[in-house]
């Protein structure tokens, strides 16, 4: 478990081999550099899960966090969902309009459906 400034992360890397990260607190100026550093650190080369259930606030350091994991799960060719279904969660990223550019799934459930679907074959030239 990896705790500071009211930010609690707790990680289980399960059979299939999917990594799954369930977060709670405020994700605020203060709080998204925890979630910075456990997703800079922690993350390994597994497809992962970032579960945003237990997060009582998401500000815009927060969002920035999950545009960054974003950029970096590309490049490192990790999929990986963001689970949230709430209004802390979910309404700043609609009002932001990352909802399109986010893997935002509704529960860790079809997170997982939705990573272990075969990856689509990369178009040939």
């Given at each position: 478990?990896?705790?500071?400034?009211?930010?609690?992360?707790?990680?289980?890397?399960?059979?299939?081999?999917?990594?799954?990260?369930?977060?709670?607190?405020?994700?605020?100026?203060l709080?998204?550099p925890?979630?910075?550093?456990?997703?800079?650190?922690g993350?390994?080369?597994?497809?992962?899960?970032?579960?945003?259930?237990?997060?009582?606030?998401?500000?815009?350091?927060?969002?920035?966090?999950?545009?960054?994991?974003?950029?970096?799960?590309?490049?490192?060719?990790?999929?990986?969902?963001?689970?949230?279904?709430?209004?802390?969660?979910?309404?700043?990223?609609?009002?932001?309009?990352?909802?399109?550019?986010l893997?935002?799934?509704?529960?860790?459930?079809?997170?997982?459906?939705?990573?272990?679907?075969?990856?689509?074959?990369?178009?040939?030239?």
């Amino acid at each position: 478990m990896h705790t500071l400034n009211d930010v609690r992360i707790e990680a289980e890397l399960r059979q299939d081999g999917i990594l799954l990260a369930r977060t709670a607190g405020e994700l605020d100026a203060l709080g998204a550099p925890v979630l910075r550093d456990y997703l800079d650190t922690g993350l390994g080369t597994s497809d992962f899960v970032l579960d945003l259930e237990d997060v009582t606030f998401l500000g815009s350091s927060g969002l920035q966090v999950l545009l960054d994991t974003d950029a970096a799960a590309t490049r490192r060719g990790q999929r990986w969902a963001v689970v949230g279904s709430h209004r802390a969660v979910t309404r700043p990223i609609e009002l932001t309009g990352l909802a399109g550019l986010l893997p935002l799934r509704p529960d860790v459930p079809a997170a997982i459906s939705w990573l272990t679907l075969p990856r689509p074959a990369a178009a040939a030239h």
